[in-house]
């Protein structure tokens, strides 16, 4: 057992070291990487709704009002303008984020794809203003897929954008009630 | 010194690149060469890691006991990996996500593991930078020069910047056959240039492989 | 059972077996895909390790993480965490086999201690992770990342066997050759994609 002794024991000291500098380097980076995880980058937020801030995070409230949405939303964000929601749904590569903007009227004033792992030239199309700007002044009432220029070979993005757009209105329309 | 120095650095860029003559760290360069941009940052990454690593455990390369000394190396390396990643999540999150569980995985990236057991652990901290650097180079250079390939044959574009528009590009090459193939054909060049022909190793280069012959019977 | 457990099995397994195959999609466990597959026999040896010690992975870090990292905030300590217990496991395992079952051991084991470290296994982990699975949903997610892995290197040392027989340009011997051919299984594999819509 002796033999043993000190090589476990210097394991365990490289280990708790190695712990220890990455327990500091996650103390520093936690805050900025919750933020991040959460909601949109503020780049987005002003694409989506020009000159929308300050915004207020509503997020909390919206998720206990239980919406029932096709795609799911991780973050909402209120101001004088309107209000942008970061949702999510499924594409043809795994998940979509898509950034809505809609104003006081209930119209979407322009959508933003975030992270998304479609196929570049076909899905990922879909970042471009000349889809995305397909959606701008589309409200509830309006039947969204009939009015998209869908992307050729790539229906299962566009749905899932078009089902992302669906699910944001519905939100405004709940919280707006 | 001067001579060995310039020794050192350089035989990672040619002579014993690790993409294309070691044949080693397999799983990123196909992964992520997508497009130049990710492939270059991941070099990158990997060249951070394999310096921080290699000068760290030349160090402690007399601290170490030899019966665990491929955890000790795995515990340095995989904590400057998390350093890295977590760093990367503050304040690089598109390119976080662009490369995924890549970031993690550059812990089981052969080409560190491979020169911390074959250099950093026999010598001295001013050779074993040099050799991370040489060596990270090498990988950087190969796994770009792949990444500038597929992305320019399959989407027409360079580092973002579109070359060619309106015709459409086959994007096979952005997929993982694509993948497969530039490295095939990429590799079968180098054969030709250096008259050797390219041997699969079989993952004996990485000193992972040996563990069974060595005692280790603590963790 | 009831339906939708049923239902998210086959989804798992098949999807991880075929649409998101970890050698050929994923590029997980290329190293001992490329190096093991010249002959049948090491294929089919390396790869029931391969599923063994992924299930096994899968089932080890997924009560790590639950269990340990979680509840205690140390998420940012997954990589170093599960590599050291897999590397642990897994040698344990080795040690076991060796005296227990020396039969058993001279099939699996001596493949073993090189994919404990290895891209794949690792891959396994973390990707269950970020995919939120259950104990149940990571055992069966392991299990066929390894199949998916043993069918891939399988099919592919019967392409390479014949191969060797043929005449292979010059420069394409070795390496090359068997690159090319991995391109064109994945880009079989790749019509999988899609299969449940």
Known sequence: MKKYFIPVLS???????????????????MGIIQERERCAAEEALEIVLPGGAPYTNITDSIEDMSIDIEAKFTCANQSDKGYVFTMVSKGYGGDIIVYVGINNEGKVVNIMLGDNEETPNLGKKAELPEFT??????????????????????TITTDAVIVAVESALEIYSEVTK | MKNRSLQEFSKGILKENPTFILVLGMCP?????????????MGLAATIVLVLSNVIISLLRKLIPE????????TVIAGFVTIVQLLMKAYLPELN??????????????????????????????????????MGLGFTLAITLIGIIREFLGSGAVFGLQI????????????????????GMLMALISALTHKKTEIKDCSECPMQCLPKKEKGDN | MNGDTFKLIIYISFGTILMNNFVLTNFLGICPFLGVSKKLNSAVGMGLAVIFVMTIASIVTNLTNRYLLVPNGLEYLQTLAFILVIAGFVQLI??????????????????????????????????????????????IYGASAGIGFLLATV???????????????????????????????????????????
Not at chain 2, 112 to 130: D, G, H, Q, T, V
Not at chain 2, 164 to 183: D, E, H, R, W
């Open chain 3, 94 to 139: 080795e040690l076991f086999m060796k005296k227990v079952t020396p039969p058993l051991y001279k099939t699996l084991g001596i493949y073993l201690p090189l994919i404990t470290t290895n891209c794949a296994i690792l891959g396994v982990a973390l990707l269950s992770v970020q995919n939120e699975y259950n104990l149940w949903q990571s055992a």
């Open chain 3, 155 to 197: 099919i592919f040392a019967g392409i390479r066997e014949r191969l060797d027989l043929n005449d292979v340009p010059k420069y394409f011997k070795g390496l090359p050759i068997a690159l090319i051919t991995a391109a064109f299984l994945s880009m079989a594999f790749l019509g999988f994609k899609g299969i449940f819509g």
């Open chain 2, 97 to 134: 996500k662009a490369l995924g569980i890549y970031i993690p995985l550059i812990v089981v990236n052969c080409i560190i593991l491979a020169r911390a057991e074959a250099f950093a652990a026999k010598n001295n901290p001013w050779y074993s930078l040099l050799d991370g650097l040489g």
């Open chain 1, 11 to 29: 394991l365990f000291l490289i280990t708790a070291c190695v712990v220890g500098l990455l327990a500091l380097t996650n103390h520093f980076t």
């Open chain 2, 67 to 74: 019966k665990v000394r491929i955890p000790a190396y795995i």
């Open chain 2, 29 to 41: 360069t196909l992964a992520v060469s997508t497009t130049a941009e990710n492939s270059f940052m």
């Open chain 2, 164 to 183: 060619i528009k309106n015709i459409p590009m086959p994007s096979v090459f952005v997929m993982p056959a694509g993948a497969f193939l530039v490295l």
């Open chain 1, 133 to 154: 700007s397909q959606f701008s002044g589309l409200s509830k009432e309006d039947e969204i897929p009939d009015k998209i220029d869908y992307i050729t070979r790539a």
